[in-house]
C-alpha cells in the first residue's frame, strides 16, 4: 500500500472518533502541541536550516526562501496561532435548526465535522501547524502535503503536533504528513475520494489549478485575488487616496492587496495625478490604458494580460472607466470573486455596486485588505473561498464543518 | 463555438442579471410556465410519443421507458411543482448575520444565488421543468443536460419554459437546454468551471462516478442510497417489522429505501422469522449472512457485493450483528452516507448511533424513507446530498444559493 493511500485510509478511520471526542481533549490537545514546539524550538530550526540550506543550493528565489524561513519570531507566531484556536468555541454538535413536522417527527440539524480535509500547500512550514490546528478543533483528521523544499521543516514540525495530539487522547491517523513529495503522491491523494471529504489547496495559481484539474474529492477553490478599487465620480478623493494605497502597499504580497484601480472619468483628470504621485512615492510599478496616458503620458502601457494578473508585488494596473456600469463588468469579466471595493458618497452607487459585483467580499468606502479571517472576526481562518460552494470568503472553524440530519420518531413509516 | 460553450456563457451573463431580480418577476415567470404546459400539453405528449416509440425501437427496459413515459396526470404533477414552487418564500437577498467591527465596520452576510447551475440528468422529463424553476426561484442561471432518450420531450419543455421565462422578463439564455446529446457535449460542459459555477448530477451510480471523475466545476454528489436499518436488541419488534417493511417496500426504486437490514443477534431468532414472513408476502428477495441463513436456511447468501449494492427494487440482505458497534462500522464501511436507521428503546443506544453514523439523515424509530425535501417541510428539493460539502441531504431553494459579505466603511485602512 502506498504512503498516501495507508494514510487516507487511517485519516479516515481516526476522523469517525475524532468527531465525537469532547472539546477539552481537543483543547489539550492544543496546549500540549503548543508545549511541544516551545521545546523543540531548536530542532524545528536545525531542520529548517537544512531546508534553507538546499533552497539556496537549488537557487530558489529570495521571495521563496523568505516564506520558507523560520526563526525564533516564526515559531512563536505559531505558538501563538495554537493558543488562538484552543480559545475558539467548539462548532462541533452545535444545533443549526430543530423543528417537529405534523407526524410528530422531530428534525435536528447539528453541526459536524467534514470529516477528512486533505490540505495541499507549497513550502511555508506555518501552514502546516495552523491547518492542522483548525481541522483538528473543528473534529476533522488532517492529511497534510506541503511543498517538497519545506520537508525536513515539515516533517518535524508534523512529528511534534501529531505526537502531542496522541498524548492527548486524540486517535492516531488524525493529523498525519505525506513525506513522499514527487508530484505523483499529489495526484494520488487528489483521487482517494472514498477516504477524503474535502480539499484545500493553499498557495498559487497553478497549485490550485492543478488540484481543481486532478481532483475527484470536493475542493474549495482559495486564495487567488485579482482584486479592484473603484474609485466613482461622487468619491472623497481624500479617502480615496488613503484607501487606495492601504490596499495596494500595506501588504502587497497577499491575496486581498488591490490590483487594479478603475477611476470614474469624470473625476480622472482630478484624482489620478494625485494618487500616482502617492503610488510612485511608494515605489508601485504603474501600468493604465489609453485614458490614463492620455491624462499623464509616463505611465506604462497596461495589455490584456495586466487585467487579468493578480501581481502580488508594488504594481498596479490603472482603468479610467465611463462609469460604474463599465466598472462593474470589467470586475465581473476579470476579477477572481474574491474582494472589491467601491469609493463613494451615492448611497444608491453603493448599493449598485454591492449587489452586482460578483465576489466574497464587497465593500463600501473601505480597504480590500480586511478580507481576513481575523479582520471579520472569526479569529483565525484556513484561507479564503473564492468559490460559491459551501464556504465563500474567509473560512473559519464553521466553514470547516458540516451538519447532519437527526430524525427523532416513534415509529413513523411513510404513506 | 460549439453549443454548450455558447449557452454556457449567456447562463453566466445572464446570472448577473436574474441574481437581482425581484421575487415578483420570477413568480410571474412561473406562473406563465404553469399555463403554457398546461396549453400545450398535446405538443408535449406528441413529442414524448416520438421519444417513446424510438425507445421501444432500441428496446429500453421497461423501468427506463416507464420513467421516461409522460400522459396527462405526469405534466399536471410538473404544473403541479411549478405552483409549489412558486409559493415557497425566495431566498435571495435574505440577510444571515449583521455585525459590526471595533474599527465600525460593519459586515452583512447576505444570500446570494450560486450563478450558474449545471444539470445532468438521465431520461426523466419531469426534472427538466422541476430543476429549472427551482434553480430560477432561487435566481440562478440554468444548463439542462438531459438523456438523449427524452430530446424530444426535452426540447419541447424546455422551449416552453424558457419562452414563458422571457415573456415575465427574465433575461434570454437563463434557461437553457443542451440538445446535443452526444457524450462529448457533457464532458464538454463539466470543464467549463469559467462559466459554470456548480454541477449536480442527478441518476445512477454511473451518471454520478462519471460527473465526480471528469468535472472542473464543483460537484454535488447525490442520491445514491445503500440505506440500512438496524433493529437494536430493545427494539419495539412490532414497530420494527412496520417500519422495515415501509421503508423496503413502500417505494423500493428510490433512494431512501432501504437496501439492508441489520440484526442484533440477541433477538435475530425472535425477529428474523416475523419479518421475513412479511418480507416474503411483499415478495422481496432476501439474502443473508451465515448467522442469517443458521436461523432460516431458505435465505439465499449474500455475497460481498450485496453489502455494496444500491439494489432499487425488492431486494434486502440481512445481516446478524453482535450488536450495536458491528452495526455502525458496518454502516460507516458500506453505507453511502444517504440515510441510516436504528430502532431501539434505549436512548443511549440511539444517541450512539446518531452521533456514530457518518450519513445525511440518521434515524431512530422511523424508517428511511422520510429523507425527502417534502416530508422535511422544505416544499421542493432538486435531490438529496450524499456529500458534506455545501449542503447535506435533501437540497430545497436554500442549498441553491451562496453567500456574500456586504461591508461598509467610512475610509476604514488596514494597520
Sequence with gaps: MSEVL?????????????????????????????????????????????????????????????????DGKTIDGIIEGLRTVRQLPDPVGRIIAKWRRPNGLQIIKERVPLGVIGIVYESRPNVTVDSAALCLKAGNAVILRGGSDAINSNMVLARLISESA????????????????????????????????????????????????????????????????????????????????????QRPSVCNATEKLLIDEAIAKEFLPIVLKRLKDARVDVRGDEKARAIDPSIKAATEDDWKTEYLSLTIAVKVVSGIDEA???????????SEAIITKDKAMAKMFTREVDAAAVYVNASTRFTDGGEFGFGAEIGISTQKLHARGPMGLNELTSYKYIIIGSGQVRE
Excluded at 481537543?26 to 536545525?46: P, Q
Excluded at 462593474?328 to 474574491?338: F, P, S
Design 166 to 249: 496522541e498524548k492527548a487522547g486524540i486517535p492516531s491517523g488524525a493529523i498525519s504528513l505525506i513525506e513522499t513529495t514527487d508530484r505523483d503522491s499529489v495526484t494520488e491523494m487528489l483521487k482517494l475520494n472514498k477516504y477524503i471529504d474535502v480539499i484545500i489547496p493553499r498557495g498559487g495559481r497553478g497549485l490550485i489549478q492543478h488540484t481543481i484539474e486532478n481532483s475527484t474529492i470536493p475542493v474549495i477553490e482559495t486564495g487567488e485575488g485579482n482584486c479592484h478599487t473603484f474609485v466613482e465620480k461622487t468619491a472623497d478623493l481624500k479617502k480615496a487616496v488613503e484607501i487606495v494605497i492601504n490596499a495596494k502597499c
Design 328 to 338: 462593474i463588468k470589467h470586475i465581473n469579466t476579470y476579477g477572481t470573486k474574491h
Design 6 to 70: 495507508e494514510k487516507a485510509k487511517k485519516a479516515k478511520e481516526a476522523s469517525y472518533r475524532l468527531g465525537i471526542i469532547p472539546t477539552a481533549i481537543k483543547n489539550n490537545a492544543l496546549d500540549i502541541m503548543a508545549k511541544a514546539l516551545e521545546l523543540a524550538e531548536k530542532d524545528i530550526l536545525e531542520a529548517n536550516s537544512i531546508d534553507i540550506e538546499a533552497a539556496q543550493k537549488k537557487n530558489l528565489s529570495k521571495a521563496l526562501i523568505d516564506r520558507l524561513m523560520m
